[in-house]
């Protein structure tokens, strides 16, 4: 890879990063891990001034130096961001009262008598039980399964409904768009939708019959 830097033409080399498409970059990060350690190298070997270097990569004297002197102390395995959680946490709660606040609560205890009972703040007791999945009651009860009837083959379970359905002696208004001659014909009489689903195969079987009894006419 050549840079220009002023009047000067630099070769600087390419530098492989095994395993980069594989690593969770800053979303805000100008450098990439190759980046840094190319821009490293070439500080380091006096082949680019630390003033060069952030005109030419984009970035403050401060990242630079960051880069570089990780680079010089730990190599290549310290291009990679490092987490921002810290390494050390003195005011976390103990793991012996957060096992506390969790055995209560399995004990079925709200937050509010759980903070009684521990003296730490219903905030506190909030947050632990959301954490671990346990805010609302009913995640304290194990999720019973499903019991479902099931049939080895088709035949065994046929689902059966009836719709009544009244009938019709002449078309309505939407039809002919008449409203002065309402039908008032009584005693027209019904029919009936009977509708069959088998339960394993899910065939349907459905056909109109003069009245609800099981018996084929």
Known sequence: MSIRSGSRRLEL?????????????????????????????AVLGGRLTKAQAARLYGVSLKIVSRWTERFRISGRAAMTDRSSRPTRSPRQMGQDIVERILHLRRQRLTGKHIAMETGVSPATVSRILRRAKLSRMKDIDPVEPVIRYEYAEPGGLIHLDIKRLGRFERVGHRITGNRTRQSNARGVGWEYVHVCIDDVSRIAFTDIFPDEKAIMP
């Open 13 to 41: 080399p390419y530098l492989s990063f095994p395993g980069l498409l594989r690593m969770n970059i800053h979303k805000n990060a100008r450098l990439t891990p190759l980046r840094r350690e190319e821009m490293a190298v």
